[in-house]
C-alpha cells in the first residue's frame, strides 16, 4: 500500500479563493482524520470520519471550513472564502478499526499558503 | 475533551546524552499514549507507542514510562544521535479512536 495520499503537496491562492485539498486513506482503514498543524497551535483535530461518517467536527475552525468522505477512498477539505490565517500544514491520517483504531497513519501533508 | 501538556518545548542535548519529554493527560479513560517523530518537512511518523495496561515498553534506545495514577507518560532517548533531531509529539486517546496531540518538543542533538 502506498500509505495515505495527500494532494495537492503545495497550495499557494489569494484571500477569498476556495482551496479544496483531497486524501485518499490507505485500504481498510476505518477512521479518517484531518489535522491542521501550525508553529502556534501544534497539531489541531479538525474533524474525523469513520466509515465516511462525520464523527466529531468541532474542531472545524468556522464556517468556511466543510470536510466531506463521498466513498471509502476518498475525503475532501473545502476552505472557501479562504483567508490568510488559514495558512498551515494540513495533514490527513487514517486509522484501522481493529485494536481500537491504534495508530493513525498520516499523509505527506498540503502546504497552504494563502496571500 | 482530553487535554495534553508536553515539556519542553526545545531540548538540546549533545550526541551520547539522553534525552526526556514528558506529557501528561487529564482524562483518566484515555488508554492509548503514541509518541510520534516529525522530522522537518515530513510527515509525523510513529516511533512507539504504550497502552494503558503497561507501565513500560522499550525498543532499542527508545522507551516510554506510563504513570496512570498522575497521568503522565514520558519518552526516553538514550545515547542520542543527531539524525534524532526533530520535533517529537506526544499524544493521548480520548474517545474511541481520536488521538490529542501535545505542542511538541524539538529535540537537537549537537554532534
Known amino acids: 500500500d502506498a500509505g495515505v495520499i495527500q494532494s495537492p503537496r503545495h497550495e499557494v491562492t489569494e484571500m477569498g479563493q476556495e482551496v479544496t485539498l483531497r486524501c485518499k486513506p490507505i485500504s481498510g482503514h476505518d477512521y479518517l482524520f484531518w489535522y491542521r498543524q501550525t508553529m502556534m497551535r501544534g497539531l489541531e483535530l479538525l474533524i474525523y470520519f469513520n466509515n465516511n461518517v462525520p464523527i466529531d467536527d468541532s474542531g472545524m475552525p468556522e464556517d468556511r471550513f466543510s470536510a466531506k468522505m463521498p466513498n471509502a477512498s476518498f475525503s475532501t477539505l473545502k476552505i472557501q472564502p479562504s483567508e490568510p490565517r488559514d495558512s498551515a500544514v494540513y495533514f490527513c491520517a487514517s486509522s484501522p478499526l481493529k485494536g481500537g483504531g491504534t495508530e493513525a497513519f498520516f499523509g505527506q501533508g498540503t502546504r497552504l499558503t494563502v496571500v | 475533551g482530553e487535554n495534553v501538556e508536553q515539556h519542553p518545548s526545545t531540548l538540546s542535548v549533545q550526541e551520547g546524552d539522553s534525552a526526556v519529554i514528558k506529557c501528561t493527560y487529564s482524562d483518566s479513560a484515555s488508554n492509548y499514549f503514541p509518541w510520534y517523530k516529525q522530522e522537518l518537512g515530513k510527515r509525523p511518523q510513529l516511533i512507539i507507542d504504550?497502552?494503558?495496561?503497561?507501565g513500560e515498553k522499550k525498543d532499542q534506545r527508545i522507551a516510554v514510562t506510563l504513570n496512570k495514577t498522575a497521568k503522565h507518560f514520558s519518552l526516553h532517548i538514550t545515547e542520542t544521535q543527531p539524525e534524532d533531531s526533530a520535533v517529537y509529539f506526544c499524544a493521548a486517546r480520548y474517545r474511541y479512536s481520536t488521538l490529542t496531540f501535545g505542542k511538541g518538543t524539538m529535540l537537537l542533538v549537537s554532534p
Open positions: 504504550i497502552r494503558s495496561n503497561v
